[in-house]
């Protein structure tokens, strides 16, 4: 009977202690800081500490959620620590996907704000951008990042390879928000939505921020929604409230409210890291971030075994993990299904996407596409999702698409201690239904230039990419010795030219980052001008030469400078070739001992050719 005894009460000791070491890991927000938290995970996986749940905030929820869908410590460094990922932080597009092919020619404004016209009884003037950081890399990135774990998921949370939940914060009934279902991309975009620096994620009409603002450190969402025995907590914000001259700092510190970053102890445990000198977007120090938190968690490792009896070897994890991965579903699209727009746009968006023999593409074929689409382009953002069609076993793509109903006006021109002063309005327009269209009107006002140019470009729906672009322009042109801009000349210009033409140009892409042209082209040139200084400049009167003249052209060109003056990187390379005809005519003045003649004709064949490069 004491045997019996004995038995029962070690086999209810076993199931007290199983029972007991169900883990969750809780990790904070804290911008770049949060590469700790990865530090935290590989000392905790190395040494058999089970991860049975993970909350996190911001930063926490996209390191949480990267550990929840399977990637292991050393793969979400490297994600981290990769261009691509600079690319999604900064909103830069890549090389390889900037589509010069769309580029507009070159004009000499140095800024531009846009005039809303969606309301015809209120015109409303944009100066300022919704967010720091143009969410254009975001949209597509994490929809490539989270569909597949999504899918696999069910939009349920629980179902990931670690069970997860992330918080964001509805700001207008300022609460906090637990995402346990639905888009995983969502969910982590909404939690990191750090205001003015990302653009927000709108749920239920609201628009969701970071849910650093009303909960930093999820150990309560932990409670909620998993129980678990043990809960550990990593976090690298809270505790440095020494006032700050860093504005990323003293934004923060403005925007956040005041979170208790403690576990208690009977409880879990937790660590706590500090790194003032570390900034929101210092994520290229990742490496050492997360070396650091390797290291203080290994120092409290005895700590933690104690606490927590249970092992879990890594061998057996990344067996689970490797099972997982092997699991998803590949990130091929067949059915689209477009939002925002109305039919004719949507066919138009419809025809930009390729598709294989089995009516299907790829991920890699719709990012082309995606940036193909919003370069310089009426289509102000897409918002990508993919969802798993079960049937098919392919995924839907849902494109909710907002298009720019405004007008663009730019401003610029160039200042200088001659007369070469110009004042520059450029006026700009973006059509879209079954075709893309762009029109412009750029103004040109000075005492020595003044013109004005209209321009028409239409997108052909053609295999190989294609615009048809008009162009017609006129300028006035005085060359003379005064130095004046607002009144006029005390004598008048030596050299008075006019010149009228119409040009119509058929581009296409070439090599990839740059464009062909063929021109076509008619002008009449006008030359006034003095051949004696024998006169008495009240009365003058000018010889007159004026040209018509036909053009034909080919050009190649190629130009990622980072800037249109004084650049530091980049290469610019142009090649022209082109073949003009024309006439001139001549009419003497009064005054010049030179007879008339009717005509006279030119023709020439010119070459050009440009090459320019920065290194930095």
Same mark, same amino acid.
Request: proline share 5%; glycine share 8%; with cysteine.
């Given at each position: ?83 691509? *990922? ?63 774990? %999504? ?9 990931? *390879? ?30 990191? %939505? ?68 403690? =576990? ?46 249970? &092992? =879990? ?23 689209? #299904? ?40 009426? $289509? ?17 793509? #849902?494109?909710? =698409? ?26 700009? #327009?973006?059509?879209? &239904? ?6 412009? !009107? ?31 322009? *006129? ?19 030596? $050299? ?35 051949? %004696? ?7 003058? %009167? ?8 036909? !053009? ?15 650049? $530091? ?16 005519? #001549? ?30």
């Amino acid at each position: 009977m004491k045997k019996i005894a004995v038995l029962t009460a070690l086999l209810f000791a076993a199931l007290q202690i199983g029972y007991a070491q169900k883990v969750g890991l809780v990790l904070s927000g804290g911008g770049a800081k949060g590469a700790a938290h990865i530090g935290v995970i590989k000392a905790l996986e190395e040494n058999g500490i089970p991860i049975d749940y993970i909350t996190g905030t911001s930063a926490g929820a996209i390191v949480g959620s990267l550990y929840a869908m399977g990637y292991t410590p050393e793969e979400m460094v490297e994600l981290m620590l990769s261009e691509e *990922f600079s690319y999604w932080q900064t909103g830069t597009v890549e090389n390889e996907y900037k589509y010069y092919f769309k580029r507009p020619d070159p004009t000499p404004e140095f800024g531009h704000f846009s005039i809303d016209m969606t309301d015809s009884l209120q015109v409303k003037a944009s100066f300022l951008p919704q967010s720091l950081i143009n969410p254009i890399q975001m949209n597509q990135a994490f929809m490539a990042l989270f569909s597949q774990a %999504t899918a696999k998921a069910g939009w349920n949370f629980d179902n990931l *390879f670690v069970p997860f939940r992330c918080v964001a914060s509805d700001i207008y009934s300022k609460k906090a928000i637990i995402f346990k279902n639905g888009d995983l991309g969502d969910a982590v975009r909404a939690s990191m %939505t750090f205001p003015f620096f990302f653009q927000p994620i709108w749920k239920d009409s609201v628009p969701i921020f970071d849910g650093g603002i009303y909960d930093n450190f999820p150990v309560g969402p932990m409670k909620e929604a998993f129980h678990p025995d043990f809960i550990f907590g990593s976090t690298v914000a809270g505790g440095n409230n020494k006032p700050s001259s860093n504005p990323y700092n003293q934004l923060e510190t403005m925007i956040m409210q005041k979170t208790e970053y403690d =576990v208690p102890e009977d409880e879990g445990m937790m660590i706590k890291f500090s790194f003032p000198t570390v900034s929101l977007l210092d994520f290229q120090k990742a490496r050492d971030l997360m070396n650091i938190g390797y290291k203080r968690t290994m120092a409290m490792i005895d700590s933690i075994k104690a606490r927590v009896p249970r &092992r =879990v070897e890594l061998s057996e994890v990344n067996k689970r993990r490797a099972a997982y991965k092997q699991g998803l579903p590949p990130l091929i699209f067949q059915n689209i #299904y477009v939002t925002g727009v109305n039919e004719s746009q949507k066919k138009y968006i419809e025809s930009q996407l390729h598709r294989d023999i089995n009516h299907e593409f790829s991920m890699e074929e719709f990012k082309r596409a995606y940036f193909k689409m919003l370069t310089y382009s009426k $289509i102000k953002e897409i918002l990508p999702h993919a969802v798993y069609n079960r049937k098919e076993k392919k995924f839907d793509l #849902y494109l909710d =698409v907002k298009m720019k109903e405004e007008i663009t006006v730019g401003f610029g021109g160039n200042i200088s201690s001659y007369q070469a002063n110009q004042l520059f309005l450029g006026l700009g #327009y973006q059509y879209l &239904r079954r075709y893309a269209a762009d029109v412009n !009107a750029n103004f040109q006002v000075g005492n020595s230039f003044s013109g004005v140019m209209l321009n028409g470009r239409i997108y052909l729906q053609t295999r190989i990419p294609t615009y048809l672009n008009w162009q017609g322009v *006129f300028s006035d042109k005085k060359y003379s010795e005064s130095q004046s801009l607002f009144y006029e000349d005390v004598l008048p210009a030596f $050299i008075h030219q006019k010149e009228l033409y119409t040009k119509v140009k058929l581009g296409f892409p070439f090599l990839n980052r740059a464009k062909a042209e063929i021109g076509f082209a008619y002008g009449r040139l006008n030359d006034y001008y003095f051949q %004696t200084s024998n006169m008495t400049f009240p009365n003058a %009167t000018t010889d007159h030469s004026w040209y018509d003249l036909f !053009a034909g052209s080919l050009s190649i060109e190629r130009n990622s400078l980072d800037y249109k003056q004084y650049p $530091i990187s980049g290469r610019k390379q142009f090649l022209v070739a082109q073949y003009v005809t024309g006439t001139e005519k #001549y009419m003497p003045s009064p005054i010049t001992d030179m007879g008339s003649f009717d005509r006279k004709v030119h023709s020439w064949l010119q070459m050009k050719g440009e090459w320019e490069q920065y290194k930095t």
